[in-house]
């Protein structure tokens, strides 16, 4: 019996490990072009921005630590030279899962105060060299490959670290997760993430670019301005409607419960298995009922 039952775990083991390894062999690491120095990355997780030139490589964000190799590779058919720096747009795993690695390069993190906070105070603890060693309160600029990267907090968003970064002669935006194209988003109320702050993010970035702005979503494709109006659209409108019910006395169950509410973007496909219509339909309601 005992032997079956080792059998079994040695099976159970297996079957682990090759979904795990299936998982990673099926994550293919894609490149985009955007601007003669700025790359978009997808592979699983959050978008990757890549800045390369004579300074070395710049880094937005890094997905999860057993894809560092596969992203690793594709930044080298970019650039030979070493990342020097790489920015957190928060605090999320599928954001700051490949911190520790990259950092082993000898890239240096850079992140808003509470994105230290966050991964410092985390249980288990997170590695030290994973966490940032330059943090920000409100605003930070970096100059490096003839860029000027303007890096700016918005308040209590997707959380409460959040970071936004604008490259002004690529004219390109990487919103982190203040913007899931195409998508309804995740709000981590939990982590200090609201409504109004999310709502606040998007209509203070709009400001900062024009119809040629190439926007890196935190997830979703390549965006463009016209897609960051109609996302900010969608969450005002939701914000009216959600505002409406919670005015007539509705609880949370009767808002989750109602289709209506959502239907026209459930319709276009914002719907998807992390964050589905009943869901943010719960988020809409916890933030904005308090
Ligand atoms: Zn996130």
Redesign the pocket.
């Known amino acids: 019996m005992k032997i079956f039952k080792s059998l079994f775990t040695i099976f159970i083991l297996c079957l682990a490990f090759s979904v795990s390894a299936q998982e990673n062999q099926e994550v293919v690491i894609k490149t985009e072009k955007l601007s003669d120095n700025v790359y978009m990355l997808t592979g699983q997780g959050?978008n990757i921005g890549v800045c390369v030139g004579e300074d070395g490589v710049f880094m937005i964000d890094d997905q999860f630590a057993r894809l560092t190799p596969k992203i690793l590779e594709a930044i080298k058919t970019l650039s030979d030279k070493p990342i020097q720096f790489l920015a957190n747009t928060?605090y999320?795993g599928?954001?700051t899962g490949g911190n520790e690695p990259i950092a082993k390069q000898g890239a240096k993190i850079i992140a808003h105060d509470n994105v230290y906070k966050r991964l410092n105070e985390s249980v288990p603890a997170t590695p030290k060299l994973a966490l940032p060693v330059l943090t920000f309160n409100d605003k930070l600029q970096l100059h490096i490959n003839g860029e000027d990267v303007v890096i700016f907090h918005v308040e209590n968003a997707?959380?409460d670290g959040d970071a936004l970064l604008y490259f002004v002669q690529s004219n390109v935006l990487h919103t982190g997760?203040t913007f899931f194209s195409g998508l309804y988003p995740?709000i981590?109320l939990d982590s200090g993430g609201s409504i109004n702050g999310y709502i606040n993010a998007v209509k203070r970035t709009l400001i900062l670019i024009d119809d040629h702005t190439k926007i890196i979503p935190?997830h979703g494709k390549l965006s463009n301005k016209k897609q960051y109006q109609d996302f900010l659209s969608m969450m005002e409108d939701l914000k009216a409607k959600v505002i409406t019910e919670i005015e007539s006395g509705k609880s949370e169950d009767d808002v989750a419960s109602n289709t209506n509410i959502t239907k026209t973007y459930d319709d276009l496909g914002y719907s998807w298995a992390f964050i589905n219509s009943e869901r943010i339909r719960r988020t809409f309601y916890k933030s904005l009922q308090q």
């Open positions: 959050g928060h999320h599928d954001h997707h959380t997760d995740y981590d935190g």
